[in-house]
């Protein structure tokens, strides 16, 4: 496979729109444009990250990989494209926040020594807690 790292523009909206599991509206991603890092596997865009830099700190508040595309290192290598160009932006931590229940995500992110800082009781509609993490970059 041969994965793209690059900004997502307008025409990418229909295939970032189509990426399973996420809750974001075709509004959403719109609004996310300029924040987010697509990779894209043979041409055809796969996955999204979005973050946020804000006084040194990047805050990875979505990152997800169609579905069929999941379990062969994807979502690995963004995450580890996006942490890098917020280090070479100046960034020194990252944080983020992710549903307990998301089992996935957490062992993505515990890889990239991101560690359980606290906690929101029930945050999400499903009753879930939130666990909020970080990471020194
Ligand atoms: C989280 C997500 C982005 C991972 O993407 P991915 O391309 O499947 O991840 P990778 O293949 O790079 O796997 C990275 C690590 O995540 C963990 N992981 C991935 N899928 C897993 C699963 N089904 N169960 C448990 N751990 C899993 C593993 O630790 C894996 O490392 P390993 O392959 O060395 O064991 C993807 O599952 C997804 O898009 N989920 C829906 C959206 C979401 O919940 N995003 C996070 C909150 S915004």
């Avoid at 830099?53 to 999941?70: D, F, T």
Wanted: proline content about 1%.
């Amino acid at each position: 496979m041969t994965l793209l790292f690059r900004e997502a523009s307008g025409a990418d909206i229909d295939a970032l729109s189509a990426i399973e599991d996420v809750g974001w509206t075709r509004a959403h991603f719109e609004a996310e444009l300029g924040r987010g890092l697509l990779v894209a596997e043979d041409g055809e865009p796969v996955g999204f990250a979005a973050l946020r830099e804000v006084a040194g700190e990047a805050q990875v508040y979505m990152i997800a990989v169609r579905r069929r595309s999941r379990g062969r290192g994807i979502g690995h290598r963004l995450l580890e494209d996006a942490l890098n160009r917020a280090k070479r932006g100046g960034c020194f931590r990252a944080t983020l926040e992710v549903s307990e229940k998301n089992t996935a995500a957490i062992r993505l992110y515990e890889e990239f020594g991101f560690a359980i800082v606290g906690r929101r009781s029930k945050y999400y509609n499903d009753g879930a807690d939130a666990l909020l993490m970080d990471a020194s970059l």
